[in-house]
């Protein structure tokens, strides 16, 4: 099953109200919970209607009330009523599927040919690292290129959404707390992070992550939720990105940087989940960014950092793109650039 939360038309999504969440229905067509409450109304609540996807999860983590719902309507709602019911996606914009997740937690250097491009040994245990929800943004929606730094780069991922509260959970066990799946780009300062490769004379970088990845909308996520049930442990998935440059010789072409395989996980996702649950309590939509297959931008030759008025997109198989102009810190992309455009067509 397939999930996705509405936003308004105006606005970024950031506040509650006007979100809806919504079933994307086999039709292809976006059915509102409240309008699945109202079609089956002896399977669900109309309070649903004031959800969240993360308390949904929360109150029923194997969708069941949902699901019995949808396929009672889909088989016997007059097709004129679920018509009239369902929004057709073209229509609409989507805010991240968990919009304000409890918490997000980063996976470093768990791909062996991301760790083999930049000269590492292959770690024991995951490298974790924290964000927070001021980062999270949706497609569509711009990527701020703060004006402090010169090497901002992507990272495409496959992102676990957390169904249930799980503390001290075994590896055999784990995959029961796994409510689904989105896609995620892990937007990265390498110059803030510290990374050697972006570094001009003389710099040295914060010596830590949490600026280099945690500042406003360097988390995309979505388009749309996936459950666990379609797509099991999460291996198997190619993992995707591109940048269209505004500038350069490969100004205004997508240029694909990255091509992984979910399958090259070195830390699988049941094995995550034990490991960072050993410690840290995890709860009904915490979110966990998986890590990220080679060819991001710093370690390219030439390097390719993101600018304002770059597009950027990143694709996880079975889940979705996930587009974003670039613009500077004040949302503003260069007349005619990529970004400009995408903005203006949006």
Known sequence: ??????????????????RRVAVALANG???????????????????IEHLDLATVIALDPGFGAIRDAVALVEAQADPADLEASSMDPA?????????????????????????REQGL???????????????????????????????LDLEAELAVVIG??????????????????????????????????????????DGQWLRAKGSDTFLPLGPVFVTADELGDGRGLRVQSWRTAATGPDAGRPFQLQDGNTSDLLFGISELVSIISAEVTLYPGDVIVTGTPSGVGVFREPQQFL?????????????????????????????????????AMS
């Open 1 to 18: 099953m397939r999930l996705v939360t509405i936003r308004p038309l105006e606005g970024d999504g950031a506040d509650s109200h006007g």
């Open 29 to 47: 067509r976006y059915l509102p919970l409240s309008m699945l409450a109202e079609l089956a109304p002896d399977n669900l609540s109309d309070e």
């Open 121 to 151: 040994e292959r770690p024991a245990r995951p490298v974790l690292f924290s964000m927070f929800a001021n980062a999270v943004t949706c497609n569509g929606l711009p990527i701020r290129h703060p004006a402090g730094t010169h090497a």
């Open 307 to 343: 600018e304002p008025g770059d597009l950027v997109t990143i694709e996880v198989e079975r889940i979705g793109r996930l587009t974003n102009p670039v613009t500077d810190e004040s949302g503003r992309a260069p007349e005619g650039s990529p970004a400009a455009r995408y903005m």
């Open 164 to 205: 249930r509260r799980v503390s001290g959970v075994s590896v055999a066990n784990a995959a029961r707390s796994v409510a689904g799946y989105t896609a995620a780009n892990d937007v990265t300062a390498r110059d803030w992070q510290g990374q050697a490769k972006a570094l001009r004379p003389g710099e040295k970088g």
């Open 91 to 115: 229509t609409v914009r989507l805010a991240a599927p968990i919009p304000r997740p409890g918490k997000i937690i980063g996976v470093g250097y768990n791909y062996l040919d991301h760790i």
